[in-house]
């Protein structure tokens, strides 16, 4: 049975502040996947918020890129907008860059993960959702679960991935894309991706049978509006078991909380902290950065879950450290490396600022 899984998301509006979402957005949403489920269209959903973040997860089986799927994304984001407006809530319809829906979200303001594959018998999805961050925050943790070989065992000794895996890579300044093979291009691919802000993974196949393996979002929100509205806050899809890295060995990545941008006013380097849902409540100086991840069964396209995945216990350490590094990075105030470099400071409220002291400036002999 061919099926896709479509994650779409949106900030349409913070509770309180840019640190939650509201309860009645959720039931919005619910309400409006659950009409497209009893029509037909989707075959199953779950609607879920990763902090301001309102998450869509949808299957179905109209393909990557479907006017229809998109349609409902976006009714049920400006739906959303609508109880946000009411209630007030902060920064109400903040993602939805564009009045008229066009055919697609993409390019409109909200993120989207979308794969299309053949169910297999036990189909494993785990879902990562990320706040306060931008869209290269998934590049370390992508690189570690499919071509490193200290996180992924099963890249040693596991027949059905020894070949390995491949990674398309988007220039999103350029709007250029480039795909590399792993094991034996990763110096190259990793020039490129340890640059996050300007190139992303969007892809990872199976090298053998060609399958995709993970999608993520690389919608840059500040590169689509022209100036700052709020960070990317993307999300992932990954696929696992059998010839894909183990669940252990795609979550595994997390227990390092990673240096990523997009804390405090989109301006500022934070930890990635793992939390469950529930905790996905970024407070302190707006954050940490969040990850949240919901693990999930196939059967015929239903949703045989979520499991939080990041709620284990054995992610207690990596929460901690997160809260030392961000001790540690708070203490540096409005200094680099914590607050973002002058190049990436141009896409946040900086340039307002800087044009008005621009008169100031006298020449040096
Ligand atoms: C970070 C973030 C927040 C806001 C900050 C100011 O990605 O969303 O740190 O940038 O709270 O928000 P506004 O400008 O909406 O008052
Ligand atoms: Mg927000
Ligand atoms: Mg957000």
Known sequence: MTITLSVIKADIGGYVGHSESHPDVLAKADENLAKAKGEGLLIDYHVTKCGDDLQLIMTHQQAEDSEKIHKL????FVDCTQVAKKLKLHGAGQDLLSDAFTGTVKGLGPGVAEMEFEERAAETIIIFMADKTSAGAWNMPLYKIFADPFNTIGLVIASNMHSGFTFEVHDVKEHKKITFNAPEEIYDLLVFIGAPSRYMVKAVY???????AAASSTQRLSLMAGRYVGKDDPVCIVRSQGQFPAVGEVLEPFTLPLLVEGWMRGSHHGPLMPVAIVDSTPTRFDG?????S????????????????FADKSFDNARQQASDIADFLRRHGPFEPH?????EMEYTTMPQVARKLE???IDLD
Do not use: C, Y
Not at 73 to 76: L, P, Q, S
Not at 288 to 292: G, L
């Open 339 to 343: 607050r973002l470099p002058l190049e």
């Open 206 to 212: 199976h090298r053998e049978t060609g399958e995709i």
């Open 288 to 292: 940490p950065p969040r990850v949240t």
């Open 73 to 76: 994304a976006w009714g049920t």
């Open 359 to 361: 008169g100031r400036f």
């Open 294 to 309: 919901l693990g999930f069964q196939l059967s015929g396209g239903k949703l045989v879950g979520p499991r939080d995945m």
